[in-house]
């Protein structure tokens, strides 16, 4: 069983398939060949070289409030 640190280090498979499948288009050949140094470089190109920040508390609450449950 893996404990929940190695959870968070481990790579971001799922979404690595996403952006190089689903997003970018590569053929399978393409993005098992590429390095996460390219794939992180074309993710790079999409958003216009902005990094993505994690959610804040604040947002989340104000997520939570523009967009109640049920």
Do not use: V, Y
């Not at 481990?10 to 979404?15: G, L, S, V």
């Not at 499948?21 to 993710?43: Q, V």
């Not at 902005?50 to 967009?67: H, N, T, V, Y």
């Amino acid at each position: 069983m893996r404990s929940a640190e190695c959870e968070s280090d481990a790579f971001p498979w799922d979404a690595a398939l996403t952006l190089g499948l689903g997003i970018l288009h590569w053929s399978p050949d393409s993005f098992w060949r590429a390095t996460p140094r390219e794939l992180m470089a074309a993710w790079g190109g999409l958003n216009g070289g902005q990094k993505s920040s994690p959610a804040l508390s604040g947002d989340l609450r104000r997520l939570m409030k523009a967009f109640p449950d049920g």
